[in-house]
């Protein structure tokens, strides 16, 4: 695991903060993953082989950012002692890569992904970064979010808006 030129571990308010991910958050990320895939879960298969298609997925997922961002740092959002999100980011010069955000479903809506955006906002604010990510144009609610707290398209395909916020 890398580390970032700045703190974004301690810029979230409480009960919210971010640790790096440890070799013991497996589990915990596996799930977090699986409550993302809906989609695969709708199709029309036996349970058994959506949950290893959902897992192989995962595995592909990790390995395309390895290779794609082979300096990301991996964090872990808890509430309080409890783990409740994910976050993989990467600089690269004057660019924050988020690269990947997702909140437990009991978490979502209640102001942890806004807590973790102002957070990387401000930092990438005081350090003169842009934040580029990515978002599924499915995903209505964080496409919401994201305009939200200021953030434009600078792109898109048939599947995803690439999305940039600047401080100026």
């Given at each position: 695991?890398?580390?970032?030129?700045?703190?974004?571990?301690?810029?979230?308010?409480a009960p919210y903060r971010l640790r790096a991910q440890r070799d013991d958050d497996d589990d915990f990320a596996a799930a977090l993953y699986g409550s993302t895939r809906d989609d695969l879960r709708q199709m029309p298969a036996a349970p058994a082989l959506i949950e290893q298609l959902i897992a192989m997925q995962r595995t592909?997922?990790?390995?395309?950012?390895r290779q794609t961002y082979p300096q990301a740092v991996y964090l872990v959002?808890?509430?309080?002692?409890?783990?409740?999100?994910?976050?993989?980011?990467?600089?690269?010069?004057?660019?924050?890569?988020?690269i990947d955000i997702a909140i437990v479903p009991a978490a979502r809506g209640h102001g942890a992904?806004?807590?973790?955006?102002?957070?990387?906002?401000?930092?990438?604010?005081?350090?003169?970064?842009?934040?580029?990510?990515?978002?599924?144009?499915?995903?209505?609610?964080?496409?919401?979010l994201y305009q939200q707290l200021g953030f434009h398209l600078r792109g898109e395909n048939?599947?995803?808006e690439q999305l940039a916020w600047s401080a100026q």
């Open positions: 695991m890398h580390t970032l030129p700045f703190s974004a571990l301690a810029s979230l308010p592909m997922q990790s390995h395309g950012y959002l808890e509430h309080g002692d409890r783990p409740i999100g994910r976050l993989i980011i990467e600089q690269q010069g004057d660019v924050l890569h988020l992904g806004s807590a973790v955006l102002r957070g990387l906002q401000a930092q990438a604010a005081q350090h003169r970064l842009h934040i580029h990510l990515a978002v599924n144009k499915s995903n209505a609610a964080a496409r919401k048939e599947v995803q």
